[in-house]
């Protein structure tokens, strides 16, 4: 499988696992504005100078390839979604797929004209305590679902760079993987969503690092979510959040690493840290098997929209300040 990689460095370098060889990949050609990536790169994939492009605006999209992985900034991702899939090339997007609904609908519309196929890497949702829960959830042993709360804590601060000229920080950099998590654990989607952003008083970025939401799930369960970046009060809560699901046959409850059902620790051993180049292995994984007929993955830009429609239709609440529907009905009514 010949790769194309859009962004060499940094978080492209989370790539090098799944391109050691147990994939049978040759990466054929790499794009970075940054000389020195660009150059350590392709000296370690092997890249001749010819096919490595140090712009975008470079013709990339001509290098035969029979997949891009885009790891650039989330705002440059449906220029490239243009470009590389009308080329028919299929791809695989980091997490933001884009920066608006419509944007989204464009994208899995064009895959789908081309014949290419395109997934996103949520791969937060291989973490250990993740699997966990959606095991136990979707058991049964708990029952219906009434409600889940759901609260992700940073006292980390934001990262510096472009990602701070986002209106909405918390939504595009945290809240798009939790509220996939809840997604896949809870087993349904989100119906509507009542929601308010802000940025705490000591925040002196225009991003907006909080965020509080109520959505309504199409099965008639209840999701309350809270999420802060630049949090004093409380330690780190984990990637993958704390939480209290109230079920008809009991409950369970995550802090940090202390899980516990109706009340009774579990033990999840030493090895649920996250791992992204690791986690990243699984993503490539399915996607490599769908592009060669296999089973469409469940983070697949299609399956990866009722995600999207959370966090954008949150966006849009808390701007307009009234609840929205943003079942898939109502989609083409989101910024």
Sequence with gaps: MKILMLG???????????LDGRFNTQVVALVDNNQSSLDEAGNFYGVPNERRFSNLSDPWEEVEADLILDNTPHFLHYDNAKRGLSAGRNMIFCKPLCVTMKQALDIVNLAEKHSAKVTVAQQLRYTKIILLLKEIVQSGKLGQISSVYLEWHSTVGLSKGWRLDQ??????EGSIHHLDFARMIMGTDAKTVIAQTWKDKWNTKKSNDSCTAVFEMADGSMLSYRATWTGKSQPFSGWWC???????NGWLTVRYNDIKLNGEPIDVG???????????????????????????????GKNNLPSLAMIFGARQSSAEGRKLYIDPEHWNELD
């Design 8 to 18: 060499a460095g940094g978080f492209g370098n989370n790539w090098r696992p799944s």
């Design 167 to 172: 209106p909405d920080f918390m939504l595009l």
């Design 242 to 248: 704390d939480w209290r699901i109230e079920a008809e």
């Design 270 to 300: 030493s090895d649920y840290q996250i791992n992204i180049a690791q986690h990243n292995v699984e993503i490539f994984r399915e996607t490599k098997e769908w592009i060669e007929g296999g089973a469409e993955p469940s983070f697949s």
